[in-house]
């Protein structure tokens, strides 16, 4: 069976008029959505991402996590471990009861004065053996 083409590895989907890669590795669908609206230019951008991206699968080096190919604001892998905690509790926000916000709020608190701005995968390298 003859290998796909990095071209035909990611494919550039445009949803809701802003454009997406997706793509299947492993028998698992992948999505990344770039957060820019479609046209000329952030096509090209969406091109060479999905090139890195495909370049990657071929030669066994994707991240699974994404990260290494979203936006920087968008990596998780780049904030602190309290703002890590933040964005977790404003996301479970509006399922959550006042007692658990307010113990969440308490460890993100905790997690300040441990690990102060120290992203997550700085304290995972001392962390893990």
């Not at 796909?4 to 454009?19: A, D, I, T, Y």
């Not at 890195?52 to 066994?60: H, K, V």
């Not at 113990?103 to 001392?126: A, D, P, Q, T, W």
Request: aromatic share 8%; with cysteine.
């Amino acid at each position: 069976m003859p290998r796909k083409s990095s071209k035909e590895l990611v494919k550039v989907q445009c949803c809701n008029g802003r454009l997406r890669l997706y793509w299947l590795y492993e028998g698992r669908a992948y999505y990344l959505y770039l957060g820019l609206p479609d046209g000329l230019t952030a096509r090209n951008v969406a091109t060479s991402k999905a090139a890195t991206i495909a370049n990657d699968i071929i030669s066994n080096n994707f991240d699974r996590t994404l990260n290494k190919y979203k936006p920087d604001d968008q990596r998780t892998d780049r904030l602190s471990t309290p703002e890590l905690m933040k964005r977790f509790t404003d996301s479970k926000r509006s399922k959550l009861d006042d007692q658990t916000l307010t113990k969440y709020k308490i460890i993100e608190n905790h997690l300040r004065g441990c690990f102060k701005s120290r992203s997550r995968s700085k304290i995972m390298r001392v962390v893990e053996p």
